[in-house]
């Protein structure tokens, strides 16, 4: 499966964003779907997942209440929508594809466990 994100750009503190996530190759349903980031000099870290059907939703600590993940399997996209950005969200952001059925907390954080990845996207958030 090929993954295309989209929608990443320069935004003001307390301003939103929303990151799209296109698939190809195979229904996107098919597979549990992830975002992650990473900042300059910094490890790449898990944003928010979200389970093949939808109904479960992941997110971390640092996101939780602003950021809220989504997906259109008809269209084929995962969708995340970021609110109240703040600076420390700066970094380029990766939609990624977990071929595992299970919806586990460890299973759909953890990026040891997505085997297709996007090129990214950038979001900068200015001060």
């Known amino acids: 499966v090929q993954l295309q994100a989209s929608g990443g750009g320069l935004v003001q503190a307390g301003g939103s964003l929303t990151l799209s996530c296109a698939a190809s190759g195979r229904t996107a349903s098919t597979y549990g779907m992830g975002w992650f980031r990473q900042a300059p000099g910094k490890e790449r870290e898990f944003v928010a997942s979200?389970?093949?059907?939808?109904?479960?939703?992941y997110y971390a600590d640092s996101v939780k209440g602003r950021f809220t993940s989504s997906r259109d399997n008809a269209k084929n996209t995962v969708y995340l929508q970021m609110n109240s950005l703040k600076p420390e969200d700066t970094a380029v952001y990766y939609c990624a594809a977990n071929t595992n059925s299970g919806t586990a907390s460890f299973i759909l954080r953890n990026s040891n466990w997505y085997t297709y990845w996007g090129q990214g996207t950038l979001v900068t958030v200015s001060s």
């Open positions: 979200i389970s093949r059907s939808g109904g479960v939703t």
